[in-house]
Structure formats: C-alpha cells, structure tokens
C-alpha cells in the first residue's frame, strides 16, 4: 500500500483521474508551456494532439465536483437491494456486481487494530459496498481494506472512507489509490 498522497504521482494519458481538481499539464514535447486544466475524478486523461501520450499530469489542487459531493449527490437511504433510478449516472466509476471476501481494519493509531471480515456486494474503481456481520467503530472515519489476489497474484491494500452503513451493509469510498492498485482493482472488475 502506497502513503503518498495523489499529488505526488505522475500521470498519463489513458489513466483515470484520482480525484477532481487542477492539474498541471506538462507537455513533453515542448511545443507549448506547461499549463492547467481541471479534470472531474474517473475522467480519462487525454492525450495531447501534437505530443500524443508524450504528457504528464500532475494534481495541484484537490478539489469535489459537485456530482461527487456526498451531501449534495450522496444515495437516498434505501433498502440493502434498491438503488435509486438514475443513480448511476453520478457515479464517477461503475459498479460491478461482485461478491469477494474482504477484510477491514480499523486504520487509527490503535497498537492492536480491529479487524472485521466480510464480502464485497459491489466493487468499482473509486469504492465498494461489504456485508460485515460486525459493527465498525463509530469513531473512526477511515479504514484499511484488504481485496483477495488480483491476476497479478497480490493482496490488494487500500485506504478507504467509510461513507454509509445500513445494518450489515457499509459503503467505502477508496482514497490515495496508486497507479498500481488501481489497475489491478480494474483486472478483479473486468473477471467479476
């Protein structure tokens, strides 16, 4: 599991977005300055017309699109099946229906962390939605998250947010995802 945050990664054309905000485009080919545009997380990073894939990106800025703010966007409360019509269209990553084992820790400063294990009922780039039987501490808003094997053969480790809990069905938001992580979240997506 990588600690660095998303601003310090490099990013090229064809990768997702992190996160929504101000970028720094920087043109490897020279033909133009180095300047900024602002990319809505899950957008794919385009490649320039002239230097093709010779561009890095770079956040400068964090910052949440309207559509990705939870109170502004966030799920109606519904039952652990229903999902608002509509819904998906705000959704920065789409949700596939999967069922994994999952284990979840309580990422604190405690010496012996809580770990809980459940199921995915869903899984996309940007989070996930578990079955865990136990109840997560309340005071706690972020959370280690361990995803079986991926076709690489890795545990995947992930940080991620808790956003919603509804009896035994909690939503995550993953953060600070790396490069690495996230394509192998896409190879568990593309087999589910």
Excluded at 66 to 91: C, F, N, Q, T
Aim: glycine share 8%; aromatic share 6%; with cysteine.
């Amino acid at each position: 599991m990588s600690a660095e945050k998303p601003e310090n990664f490099i990013y090229r054309p064809g990768e997702r977005a992190p996160a929504s905000g101000v970028y720094s485009v920087r043109h490897l080919a020279r033909h133009r300055p180095q300047h900024e545009a602002i990319v809505i997380r899950g957008e794919e990073l385009p490649a320039c017309r002239t230097c093709k894939g010779a561009v890095q990106y770079r956040l400068l800025k964090e910052t949440d699109h309207i559509h990705h703010d939870w109170d502004l966007a966030g799920p109606v409360p519904a039952g652990p099946e229903e999902k608002p019509p509509g819904y998906d269209s705000v959704r920065a990553f789409p949700r596939f229906d999967i069922d994994l084992p999952v284990a979840v820790s309580d990422s604190g400063d405690a010496k012996t962390p809580l770990t809980l294990r459940g199921h995915t009922k869903d899984l996309s780039e940007g989070g996930m939605a578990a079955v865990i039987a136990s109840r997560l501490p309340g005071h706690r808003k972020t959370f280690a998250i361990r995803l079986p094997a991926s076709a690489g053969g890795r545990h995947i480790q992930l940080q991620a947010r808790l956003r919603y809990r509804s009896g035994m069905r909690h939503g995550f938001e993953f953060v600070r995802v790396s490069p690495t992580d996230r394509q192998a979240i896409r190879e568990l997506c593309a087999r589910g």
